[in-house]
């Protein structure tokens, strides 16, 4: 629960809006608004998340991965269908059922690191398959940039520094090949800097061996990825 | 007798010539299309990798309570009874004037808080 609650009450129907501010011990920066609909008869509540140096890594919310596994359960039927009509390896198209039927079977039983290694392996096929009919190489090391990435990620929860630190080295020169591409434009060439640095920033983030920092730098880097 | 041969002989040619064109124009649209029917495909398929991609992102990152969003938003259900008590509050203090208009915010206010331990 956040030490600062500002609460906003807003009576629908009526005139009347009021608000107040009730202060914590220690006065923490996270703030969080409350409002009333008494028409609607529910509450909303809008907080900041936890931050990720104080956050709880064994409250796993099982439910909603075992719901997003679901979702690409019935996702990937259409999308095997379309890769074959692109000529991709009809073995690398089995491989993503088999690897999804293990991340099933890791979030059935609840086992973190099976389903860590299990979604790194199901990852790793996408640049496969986007070789077989895309020519676009900054795409590509995109992608590889990204799957480099998240091993470093699965080696984070098994505290493997050396590997994360070889992982995130190999990912930071996947992406500096893009760095040399004529075809960007200043907006594509600002994100990639920014990107590239960010994966910088990761790589002194595992000299600390500290996975709390690890994991704050790791979601800026990625997020900043996801854009590219 | 000599020109009638060449009058014919031109007129097949040029019937011969005509289908030729049509049919090399037909190979022409059958194959434009195609690589317009591959180049939708890939779009697509490149939409679906792209898809898939935040997807299991999304996935590893929950299994560390990792997410890109600064804020969450709940929505609770709000009870007949805490309803009732806050219009009781708030009735009061219309009644008692503007002096009271500030503890029927306390109170309200206060009452929410509880809500939320």
């Known amino acids: 629960m956040p030490d600062k609650v500002v609460v906003v009450v807003n009576k629908i129907g009526g005139n009347e ?145 050396g590997e994360m630190n070889t992982n995130v080295t190999n990912a930071i020169n996947t992406l500096s090949k893009n760095m040399q591409s004529e075809k960007l434009n200043n907006i594509e060439k600002t994100a990639l800097e920014k990107s590239y640095t960010l994966l910088e920033e990761l790589k002194r983030g595992i000299g600390v061996e500290d996975k709390e920092i690890f994991y704050l730098k790791y979601k800026l880097a990625m997020e900043q990825l996801e854009i590219l | ?42 779009e697509k398929a490149e939409g679906e990798i792209t898809y898939l991609d935040s997807s299991i992102i999304q996935l590893m990152n929950n299994l560390n309570n990792i997410s890109y969003s600064r804020y969450q938003v709940t929505i609770k259900e709000v009870n007949e009874s805490e309803q009732q008590d806050n219009t009781s509050n708030n009735s009061e203090s219309a009644g008692n004037g503007s002096q009271t208009t500030e503890s029927a915010r306390q109170s309200s206010s206060g009452s929410e808080q509880n809500r939320w331990k």
Do not use: C, H
């Open chain 1, 17 to 161: 809006r009021s608000s107040d501010q009730s202060g914590g011990s220690s006065g923490g920066n996270s703030n969080a608004s409350e409002s009333t609909n008494q028409s609607e008869a529910r509450t909303s509540r809008l907080a900041q998340v936890d931050s990720l140096l104080n956050s709880n890594y064994d409250d796993i919310p099982w439910d909603e991965i075992s719901y997003g596994v679901e979702t690409l359960y019935t996702a990937w039927p259409t999308i095997s269908i379309d890769m074959k009509a692109l000529n991709v390896g009809e073995s690398d198209i089995s491989s993503f059922s088999t690897t999804l039927d293990g991340v099933a079977q890791a979030v059935k039983v609840q086992d973190k690191n099976s389903a860590l290694i299990n979604l790194y392996n199901l990852y790793t096929l996408l640049p496969k398959y986007l070789s077989y009919f895309s020519s676009d190489e900054t795409k590509l090391n995109v992608y590889n940039t990204k799957a480099y990435v998240l091993s470093s990620y699965v080696s984070a929860n098994s505290e493997n520094w």
């Open chain 2, 1 to 42: 007798m000599k020109n009638q041969i060449s009058k014919y002989l031109l007129i097949t040619l040029m019937i011969i010539f005509v289908i030729l064109l049509a049919i090399l124009i037909y190979i022409r649209f059958l194959g434009s299309n195609e690589g317009e029917e591959y180049a939708i495909l890939t």
